[in-house]
C-alpha cells in the first residue's frame, strides 16, 4: 500500500542546532515533495518544493533533500530559533494530473528550547 | 494578492445535525480547490477537489458532500453528523496549471457532541 511517514514522535533540540526532519513514502513515484509549516489551530504554511530532479533546495536557514532511490525527503533548519517551534509537514504529489492532490505525512512537532 | 477565506471558525453541533462550511478565494480565477480534514494528532486528510464548477471528486467515503457552486466557492455539507466527524476542516486551493503549493484557510474546528 501507500504510505508517506514521517516521524511521529517530537523532536527537542537546543536553540541554535541544526534540526533534521525526516519524511519517508512508499509505493509513491512523486514528481515533486513539498514542506509545509503549521502552527497549532492555524492552516499550513507552504516553505518549500523541490523537483525529482532536484538533489537540494535552499531557502535562508531551510535546506530540502530529495532522494528518489532512498525515496526520502530530508528537511533541515539551520540555527535553530524558538520561533521555528511548530509541526512540519511534507507532502508529495505524482504529477500525474491536473489535479494538484497532495498526500501529506502526518507531520513532525518540532520543539526549538532558548 | 489572492485570499483565501474559511467559515465558521469554530462550532459545535448534535449527532445528527446538518452542517455547512464554506470558503471562498479572492484574486484569481479557476483555482483548483480542495477540503481536507485533520483529525488530533493526525495528518492532513484530503476529502474532495474540484477543478472547476460543479466538478467534485470524493477521495473518502463518507457522509460529507461537496459543492462548487460558482468558480471561488467551495462549500463542505452534511445532512446528519456523527461522531467522527469531528475535526479540523482546512480548505485550501492552487492554480490549476504547472506545479505550485497549495494556500490554507485558517481553518473550521468543528467538534459533534
Known amino acids: 500500500s501507500q504510505k508517506i511517514e514521517q516521524n511521529s514522535e517530537a523532536l527537542n533540540i537546543q536553540e541554535g542546532k541544526t534540526a533534521t526532519l525526516t519524511c519517508n513514502y512508499t509505493?509513491?513515484?512523486?514528481?515533486?515533495l513539498q514542506w509545509y509549516r503549521q502552527d497549532p489551530g492555524r492552516g499550513p504554511v507552504f516553505l518549500l518544493l523541490?523537483?525529482?530532479?532536484?538533489k537540494e533546495k535552499r531557502k535562508e536557514r531551510l535546506k530540502v533533500t530529495f532522494d528518489t532511490t532512498l525515496k526520502q525527503s530530508l528537511f533541515h533548519i539551520t540555527a535553530s530559533q524558538p520561533a521555528d517551534s511548530a509541526t512540519y509537514l511534507c507532502?508529495?504529489?505524482?504529477?500525474?494530473?491536473?489535479?494538484?492532490?497532495?498526500?501529506f505525512g502526518q507531520g513532525t512537532t518540532l520543539q526549538v528550547k532558548p | 494578492s489572492q485570499t483565501i477565506h474559511q467559515w465558521p471558525a469554530t462550532l459545535v453541533q448534535p449527532v445528527g445535525s446538518p452542517l455547512s462550511l464554506e470558503c471562498t478565494v479572492e484574486?484569481?480565477?479557476?483555482?483548483?480547490l480542495y477540503w481536507y480534514r485533520q483529525a488530533a494528532g493526525r495528518g492532513l486528510q484530503l476529502l474532495f477537489y474540484?477543478?472547476?464548477?460543479?466538478?467534485i471528486s470524493s477521495e473518502v467515503p463518507q457522509n460529507l458532500s461537496a459543492s462548487r457552486p460558482q468558480d471561488r466557492q467551495f462549500i463542505l455539507s452534511s445532512k446528519k453528523l456523527l461522531l467522527s466527524d469531528s475535526g479540523f476542516y482546512l480548505c485550501?486551493?492552487?492554480?490549476?496549471?504547472?506545479?505550485?503549493?497549495?494556500?490554507f484557510g485558517e481553518g473550521s474546528r468543528l467538534t459533534v457532541l
Open positions: 485550501a486551493w492552487r492554480l490549476n496549471v504547472g506545479i505550485g503549493e497549495l494556500f
Open positions: 509505493n509513491y513515484s512523486p514528481a515533486y
Open positions: 523541490i523537483r525529482e530532479n532536484e
Open positions: 507532502a508529495l504529489d505524482e504529477g500525474s494530473s491536473n489535479t494538484g492532490k497532495l498526500i
Open positions: 484574486g484569481t480565477s479557476n483555482p483548483n
Open positions: 474540484s477543478v472547476g464548477i460543479g466538478q
